[in-house]
């Protein structure tokens, strides 16, 4: 059973329009979220994270917002570029209890941007 | 380059073969993770290390993968009789203490294992 579910395999955004990335979990002991990008033949970056007790964290370009209720978070990347073309994993972890497992990520979503 | 090193970037192996990967963390990371990721998957959890223990095994570490750090260095994760099931690209991070689990972990360019 997937935990951690990113719905869109991939994403098509023009360049200099905003780009959404949506990620959902079921796991209510996750209480800390992160965002990495994968570019091909490379390993995953680390993008951005945020923890349970915040709803908004910003960094640059990029924002993940996160509604706790609705279990589900998000990443906008504004204005889109060329170089955002890559693959998005979402990733939750259950801290307090002691990340006993680890990162687990979603399936990733390939963000595509068009000139 | 200081990053996370993993080696051989691609083995091509036949079926019950043996197989071994090493990574090299950032030198100042204590802990180590493994993780496995086959094609439209997302990165799955294996095995991970702070400093030499082995502290947490998930349940895909079946009794034919065995993972060790000797010195709390360097790491190595062996396939033994390797299956075609196998195939995948494994990836090994590392981080640092307070991180890893809460925060950013350092991945490699993993090593991507095709067995015939």
């Known amino acids: 059973d997937q935990q951690v579910k990113q719905n869109s395999p991939s994403l098509s955004v023009q360049e200099g329009r905003i780009s959404i990335l949506n990620c959902d979990y079921t796991n209510s002991m996750f209480d800390y979220f992160l965002w990495y990008k994968k570019y091909p033949a490379e390993g995953p970056t680390f993008l951005i994270s945020?923890?349970?007790?915040?709803d908004k964290n910003e960094d640059g370009r990029f924002t993940v917002f996160l509604n706790k209720s609705a279990k589900h978070l998000s990443l906008h990347i504004v204005p889109s570029q060329p170089g955002d073309s890559a693959v998005y994993f979402c990733?939750?972890?259950?801290?307090?209890?002691?990340?006993?497992?680890?990162?687990?990520f979603g399936k990733g979503t390939h963000l595509i941007i068009q000139p | 380059d200081t990053g996370v090193s993993q080696d051989p970037r691609h083995k091509i192996t036949k079926r019950g073969q043996n197989v071994t990967f090493r990574c090299d963390p950032i030198s100042e990371h204590n802990r180590l993770y493994w993780y496995r990721q086959t094609l439209g998957q997302g990165p799955e959890f294996l095995t991970y290390f702070q400093n030499e223990a082995q502290l947490e095994k998930s349940r895909l570490l079946s009794d034919r993968f065995s993972a060790e750090r000797p010195k709390g260095s360097f790491s190595t994760l062996e396939i033994q009789r390797t299956e075609q099931g196998d195939s995948a690209m494994y990836l090994c991070?590392?981080?640092?203490?307070?991180?890893?689990?809460?925060?950013?972990?350092?991945f490699g360019e993993g090593s991507r294992l095709t067995v015939l």
């Open positions: 990733a939750a972890s259950d801290v307090s209890g002691g990340g006993a497992d680890g990162l687990t």
């Open positions: 945020i923890s349970s007790i915040k």
């Open positions: 991070a590392s981080s640092l203490p307070g991180q890893g689990y809460a925060g950013e972990l350092f």
